[in-house]
């Protein structure tokens, strides 16, 4: 392995390629591109991969960029793609396909903010209008994050008892566009951890089928079942190829929630992406302090891991929810998902902040701000916004 300064765009190329590349004893790799900002370069870096079997195809649009990576993984290949923003809006059709079709792909997504107006920089928004679909999710904090948590998810989407597909996610910029010290893993250490990917319903001349043809409501609904009992298996499966990667890589990808020092504390504040870099340093200093507030950073989205936050905030007096997205008109989407999985209990204050929104810079002043407001709170109000000029 070999430690380099790189970009998440390039962090996010690499880890799509080489993956790509171990499926070369299997039915190969392909990958349809498009480009937007901000992540036009991980399909640049995609583009220019040698690989040994494998097709990259440059289409017109971000449909049919999808379109390729659907009929590629329906062929059996190890698929993949990555866009951004109104890209994905785009792609959104085929987005709902490839996961009804229980199509193990991979999406490495840069969020950005949706227009119009026409805006470059980071909110979770174009991801989020995703959520109802049967994909999972993962928020990354880092580069190399980003880096590992697109060989786990190929790993997770091609086990047998998940076969979804999995979108890896970077703020804009932030990310996207900052370099990091990344351990870029060589191929012999990907080719040991990612088996060659087995699609069990693609198409097959010997084993002829039908794909996506009309069905009735029954049938429809047995399948969303399906598509339910395997969210209900990805935590589970997540650690068992977590700690499968730990033995190859030899360092932690790391786990779906990342709790920092909640163990007593009364104030905790729930985190996303870049965010929770800037919160945990504030944090640190209030500990110092003698205060008894902590956060939780969450990583995985989809599915939601209400129960695991619950058990890790059982201290909680308060919780807030720093939101770098907003669902019009109803304020913050993680906050949404924390207060259905505290349904019925009314021992815990839950406010939520909309922080970040559009791009605006999440500063320690801002967090600070947002600290103060919840611990001075004796019940909940509206979503606050944070970080608008008047």
């Known amino acids: 392995m ?32 498009y480009p937007i900002t901000p992540q036009t370069e991980i399909v640049e870096y995609v583009a220019k991969f040698p690989f040994s079997k494998g097709s990259v195809v440059p289409v017109e649009s971000e449909h049919s960029a999808m379109g390729v990576t659907i009929g590629a993984s329906l062929a059996g290949a190890r698929a993949f793609t990555a866009s951004s923003s109104n890209g994905l809006a785009y792609m959104t059709e085929n987005i709902i396909v490839a996961g009804y079709y229980r199509l193990p792909i991979v999406l490495a997504a840069v969020n950005r903010t949706l227009g119009p107006p026409w805006n470059i920089w980071a909110d979770q928004g174009d991801t989020l209008m995703m959520r109802d679909f049967a994909w999972l999710q993962f928020y990354c904090e880092t580069n190399q994050e980003v880096a590992d948590s697109i060989l786990l998810a190929f790993r997770i ?19 996207s566009h900052t370099q990091m010290e990344t351990d870029l893993p060589d191929q012999a250490l990907v080719d040991k951890y990612l088996p060659a990917c087995d699609v069990p319903q693609r198409v097959d001349h010997d084993n002829p089928k039908t794909i996506g043809g009309l069905i009735w409501p029954r049938e429809t609904m047995s399948q969303r079942v399906e598509i339910d009992e395997a969210f209900k298996q990805v935590s589970n499966v997540y650690e068992e190829h977590r700690a499968a990667f730990k033995d190859v890589f030899g360092r932690d990808p790391g786990a779906i929630l990342e709790p920092f ?37 969450v990583k995985m989205f989809r599915p939601f891991p209400g129960e695991e936050i619950r058990a890790v905030c059982c201290s909680a007096k308060k919780i807030g929810v720093l939101d770098r997205n907003y669902a019009s008109g109803m304020g913050g989407v993680f906050w949404h998902d924390l207060k259905a999985a505290y349904q019925g209990d009314g021992q815990v204050l839950i406010q939520n902040y909309l922080t970040g929104v559009c791009g605006g810079d999440v500063t320690p002043a801002m967090v600070n701000e947002v600290i103060d407001d919840l611990n001075a709170r004796t019940s909940a109000a509206d979503p606050i916004w944070k970080g608008i000029e008047v």
């Open 2 to 33: 070999t430690v380099e300064l790189v970009t998440g765009n390039h962090a996010a190329g690499y880890a799509l390629s080489v993956a790509g590349e171990a499926n070369r004893e299997g039915r190969g790799a392909a990958c349809g591109i």
């Open 157 to 175: 989407s091609e086990d047998h008892r998940i076969l979804l597909p999995s979108m890896v996610i970077m703020d804009a910029f932030i990310m």
């Open 261 to 297: 020092e909640v163990e007593d504390a009364e104030t905790i504040f729930i985190t996303s992406g870049t965010i929770a870099t800037t919160t945990r340093e504030e944090i640190k200093k209030r500990r110092a302090a003698g205060e008894k507030v902590g956060m939780v950073r």
